[in-house]
């Protein structure tokens, strides 16, 4: 697969990496553990070196199938984690609330280490803007922990153009995660500029919609309250998702020219925004991996490009992508 670099410090990945959330659980059932190392393990051999997780996923429990999974190609791959979140380390449980207090900062990144099985994290992304605590103060503790050696590349994720702004002239930024996709397109207000601006690689999380744009879920698609957190999202309301239906309809001419599927055209239409842009596509199914990875050979001509701005400029997104608490703690 080619690679892409993030940020201007060199951090060279594959040109789409893998987001390991949902292999510990978050959209359905927990799955088998040794079917997502070994899902891990293929993943590296088709090419891909950049993987994603965060303390919060489990909470822990990623870190520590991610760390496992990789540990036998330390130096081959680049992984990315994230702090912020308040969590009681003896019940394993978030407190609901995020913490990016220095202090803080400085004794969760040992346990990530420790998880991940590390010497240093390669990207740490401060995982939600803390409003108690400056910008200034998270960007210092990081620049401290990459002179200590524990980290190497800072992030941030959901971050605004100017918080982001005050950060970098702290602490460059590598680069900047927030959700984007055919149907959340707010990045491109303002954090795009600022990343273009700065030389900050966006990393999209969420680039097929939490599987709505592989045309897979649909107004009659039921989502467990207990165990998916789709349940709790208005965009995913079979109301919204009967009217959203037309942003995969919109792809559907494209995908038959191109032999594609609607996820892949959906990747394939990120990757061709910008050259820093790495999408984390996550999935728990072989076949979706290699439906993903195989975006990466997808062009679109700028025919193509105009065709799908021309119609998804025609359509009005409905639904949030969060519920109200959720979007509160977004920094965008």
């Given at each position: 697969m080619d690679k892409r670099t993030l940020g201007t410090g060199g951090l060279e990945v594959s040109a789409i990496g893998l987001g390991c959330m949902s292999m510990t659980g978050g959209y359905s059932d927990k799955?088998?553990?040794?079917?997502?190392?070994?899902?891990?393990?293929?993943?590296?051999d088709r090419?891909?070196?950049?993987?994603d997780t965060a303390e919060i996923y489990g909470p822990?429990?990623?870190?520590?199938?991610?760390?496992?999974?990789?540990?036998?190609?330390?130096?081959?791959?680049?992984?990315?984690?994230?702090?912020?979140?308040?969590?009681?380390?003896?019940?394993?449980?978030?407190?609901?609330?995020?913490?990016?207090?220095?202090?803080?900062?400085?004794?969760?990144?040992?346990?990530?280490?420790?998880r991940l099985g590390v010497d240093a994290i390669d990207l740490y992304y401060q995982h939600r803007v803390d409003p108690d605590v400056p910008i200034e103060d998270v960007a210092g503790t990081v620049k401290e922990l990459i002179a200590a050696g524990k980290v190497k590349h800072f992030g941030m994720s959901e971050a605004a153009a100017g918080t982001i702004r005050?950060?970098?002239?702290?602490?460059?930024?590598?680069?900047?995660?927030?959700?984007?996709?055919?149907?959340?397109?707010?990045?491109?207000?303002?954090?795009?500029?600022?990343?273009?601006?700065?030389?900050?690689g966006f990393v999209?999380?969420?680039?097929?919609?939490?599987?709505?744009?592989?045309?897979?879920?649909?107004?009659?698609?039921?989502?467990d309250p207990t165990n998916d957190i789709r349940s709790t999202i208005p965009r995913f309301s079979p109301e919204a998702l009967q009217h959203n239906q037309a942003v995969v309809d919109l792809?559907?001419?494209?995908?038959?020219?191109?032999?594609?599927?609607?996820g892949q055209i959906a990747l394939a239409w990120l990757l061709a925004q910008k050259p820093w842009i790495v999408p984390?596509?996550?999935?728990?199914?072989?076949?979706?991996?290699?439906?993903?990875?195989?975006?990466a050979d997808i062009e679109l001509s700028a025919e193509e490009l105009a065709e799908i701005e021309e119609a998804a400029s025609k359509i009005q997104v409905q639904g949030g992508r969060y519920n109200e608490a959720g979007e509160r703690m977004t920094n965008l």
């Amino acid at each position: 697969m080619d690679k892409r670099t993030l940020g201007t410090g060199g951090l060279e990945v594959s040109a789409i990496g893998l987001g390991c959330m949902s292999m510990t659980g978050g959209y359905s059932d927990k799955p088998d553990r040794k079917e997502m190392i070994s899902l891990i393990h293929t993943a590296v051999d088709r090419g891909v070196t950049f993987f994603d997780t965060a303390e919060i996923y489990g909470p822990y429990a990623n870190e520590e199938l991610v760390g496992e999974a990789l540990a036998p190609y330390e130096g081959q791959v680049v992984i990315a984690t994230k702090f912020g979140w308040d969590i009681d380390p003896v019940e394993r449980k978030p407190r609901g609330r995020v913490t990016s207090r220095p202090e803080v900062i400085k004794q969760v990144v040992d346990g990530s280490l420790q998880r991940l099985g590390v010497d240093a994290i390669d990207l740490y992304y401060q995982h939600r803007v803390d409003p108690d605590v400056p910008i200034e103060d998270v960007a210092g503790t990081v620049k401290e922990l990459i002179a200590a050696g524990k980290v190497k590349h800072f992030g941030m994720s959901e971050a605004a153009a100017g918080t982001i702004r005050r950060a970098h002239a702290v602490q460059p930024v590598t680069a900047v995660q927030s959700e984007y996709s055919l149907w959340w397109r707010r990045p491109e207000e303002e954090v795009l500029a600022a990343c273009e601006d700065l030389g900050i690689g966006f990393v999209p999380f969420s680039p097929l919609g939490k599987g709505f744009l592989t045309g897979t879920v649909s107004a009659s698609t039921n989502f467990d309250p207990t165990n998916d957190i789709r349940s709790t999202i208005p965009r995913f309301s079979p109301e919204a998702l009967q009217h959203n239906q037309a942003v995969v309809d919109l792809l559907a001419s494209i995908v038959q020219r191109k032999g594609a599927t609607p996820g892949q055209i959906a990747l394939a239409w990120l990757l061709a925004q910008k050259p820093w842009i790495v999408p984390i596509p996550g999935t728990r199914r072989l076949h979706r991996l290699e439906e993903n990875m195989g975006a990466a050979d997808i062009e679109l001509s700028a025919e193509e490009l105009a065709e799908i701005e021309e119609a998804a400029s025609k359509i009005q997104v409905q639904g949030g992508r969060y519920n109200e608490a959720g979007e509160r703690m977004t920094n965008l």
